[in-house]
């Protein structure tokens, strides 16, 4: 067994992960985007629930769908990226939400706009599905179709390459 082998065995890992955080990378790329160009306070928290919440949902949608290597079809890997470009928008949003408060009742910052508390999380459920328009209108195309490509890079690297020496 030569080097590259050995080296590719012992940090091999799951495809769920590579995925999680394949998508995590471009919550970040584009929550950092929010936080950046939004206009008005408090957005830079965008950066931190995006990816976490891309992390998330790609790596449940890839291990509930793609569970075996047969299972890698272009159907699924299209269905899995879906799935993950939109419901990461309605789990960024309850993360944000669960941060918020938790702020606010441990610092008494991140307060709503008028300066009362943030909207609860239970009442975010709902309103979620409303940010998540707007947040899907704008740039859920493109995570859709980043989290499609990075479903076919995940297939595709499987093995590493053979090297001559």
Do not use: Q
């Amino acid at each position: 067994m030569d080097i590259h082998s050995w080296l590719y065995e012992k940090v091999k890992m799951k495809k769920w992960i590579k995925y999680g955080l394949i998508n995590a990378v471009i919550g970040f790329i584009i929550g950092g985007a929010v936080a950046t160009f939004a206009i008005g306070n408090g957005y830079y928290i965008f950066a931190l629930a995006a990816p976490l919440a891309a992390f998330i949902t790609g790596a449940f949608f890839w291990s509930a769908i793609n569970k075996k290597p047969e299972n890698y079809s272009t159907g699924r890997i299209i269905l899995t990226g879906f799935l993950t470009g939109t419901v990461s928008h309605y789990i960024t949003f309850i993360l944000l939400s669960v941060g918020e408060n938790i702020c606010y009742w441990t610092t008494g910052g991140c307060t709503a706009s008028l300066g009362g508390p943030p909207v609860s999380v239970l009442s975010m459920s709902t309103a979620a599905f409303a940010f998540c328009f707007f947040s899907l209108l704008f740039f859920g195309w493109l995570t859709v179709l980043l989290s499609v490509v990075a479903g076919f890079l995940v297939k595709t690297k499987n093995e590493p390459t053979r090297r001559p020496f």
